[in-house]
């Protein structure tokens, strides 16, 4: 079956079919894939139930994969799993440290910004899915860039923000992130405007993680950083993904920010499994 990209919005994000990420692609295809996630930066890609170790052997096609999360959902393990589901089956108390650092995940931000080389690209796969909410947004902060005026653009020109994990888990419970997970990761700083290395599309590089921009008094920071999140999630930059079973999602974390929406945690199991695909740098501005 041929590879076919069908555009979702008339900004970003595109359906792909003809791609059986269980068994090795080739090349001819993966470069379709890999062109197509340059070019629209969320892929949707529909009945991909794949084990544990084909999604790591697909994932790292894109490149090298971070671990997930030191001290927060343990070391050695390539997976992000997001899910309310309990060893026994059952479903995990939602005032439990686990789901409340989950809460984080609906606000607006790109994966692991607050590491000194930032990811590049995330693999998503729903596993299980519920009758209602637990919905995932996507914004596009390239076209948002785009679309600011001239002067904006001039003033954002060589700025740098600071990112760091613990502003997203204090929004969420003041405190619950301990010193030691604290000192793992301290706080980083990444242009506010990126170029993509492939085609040279500049992006926003912001999101819930950020705290300030180096330099700026703190009022006229926040105001700025702020601004441009509400501009660049705008509802002609969104797109929402509705999921269902085995959907796997591929995004760009250099230009897309994204946002869990909430389901009732307390009655519906869902279990979704994240792979991560690492940086190649620090960041530079554009």
């Known amino acids: 079956m041929a590879v076919t990209v069908r555009p979702l919005t008339p900004e970003f994000a595109a359906e792909v079919s003809g791609?059986?990420?269980?068994?090795?692609?080739?090349?001819?295809?993966?470069?379709v894939l890999r062109a197509a996630f340059e070019e629209h930066s969320v892929l949707v890609l529909h009945g991909q139930r794949l084990s544990d170790d084909e999604q790591v052997a697909f994932?790292?096609?894109?490149?090298?994969?971070?671990?997930?999360?030191?001290?927060?959902?343990g070391e050695g393990s390539y997976f992000a799993k997001l899910s309310n589901i309990a060893d026994d089956g059952g479903l995990v108390d939602p005032g439990a440290q686990k789901m409340l650092f989950s809460k984080a995940n609906e606000f607006w931000h790109t994966d692991s910004s607050f590491k000194p080389w930032p990811p590049s690209a995330s693999i998503l796969i729903g596993r299980v899915i519920p009758p209602e909410g637990g919905e995932?947004?996507?914004?596009?902060?390239?076209?948002?860039?785009?679309?600011?005026?001239?002067?904006?653009?001039?003033?954002?020109?060589?700025?740098?923000?600071?990112?760091d994990l613990s502003r997203t888990r204090d929004m969420v419970a003041p405190g619950a992130m301990t010193a030691e997970q604290r000192k793992v990761y301290p706080p980083v700083r990444h242009a506010?405007?990126?170029?993509?290395?492939?085609?040279?599309?500049?992006?926003?590089?912001?999101?819930?993680?950020?705290?300030?921009?180096v330099g700026m008094e703190?009022?006229?920071?926040?105001?700025?950083?702020?601004?441009?999140?509400?501009?660049?999630?705008?509802?002609?930059?969104?797109?929402?993904?509705?999921?269902?079973?085995?959907?796997?999602?591929?995004w760009d974390n250099r230009c897309?920010?994204?946002?869990?929406?909430?389901?009732?945690?307390?009655?519906?199991?869902?279990?979704?499994?994240?792979?991560?695909?690492?940086?190649?740098?620090?960041?530079?501005?554009a």
């Open 256 to 285: 897309v920010l994204h946002r869990g929406r909430p389901w009732d945690r307390a009655r519906y199991a869902r279990s979704i499994q994240r792979t991560t695909v690492a940086g190649l740098g620090p960041t530079e501005a």
């Open 192 to 213: 506010v405007v990126r170029a993509n290395p492939v085609n040279g599309r500049k992006t926003l590089y912001l999101g819930a993680h950020v705290t300030r921009i």
């Open 19 to 31: 791609i059986d990420a269980r068994h090795s692609i080739p090349d001819a295809d993966f470069a």
């Open 136 to 163: 995932t947004e996507f914004c596009s902060m390239r076209a948002a860039h785009a679309a600011l005026p001239a002067a904006i653009k001039a003033r954002l020109a060589g700025l740098w923000a600071e990112h």
């Open 59 to 73: 994932s790292e096609r894109f490149g090298p994969l971070e671990d997930s999360l030191v001290g927060t959902r």
């Open 218 to 250: 703190e009022r006229e920071s926040r105001a700025l950083i702020d601004e441009l999140i509400a501009f660049g999630t705008g509802e002609r930059f969104v797109y929402r993904h509705h999921w269902t079973q085995d959907d796997m999602l591929i």
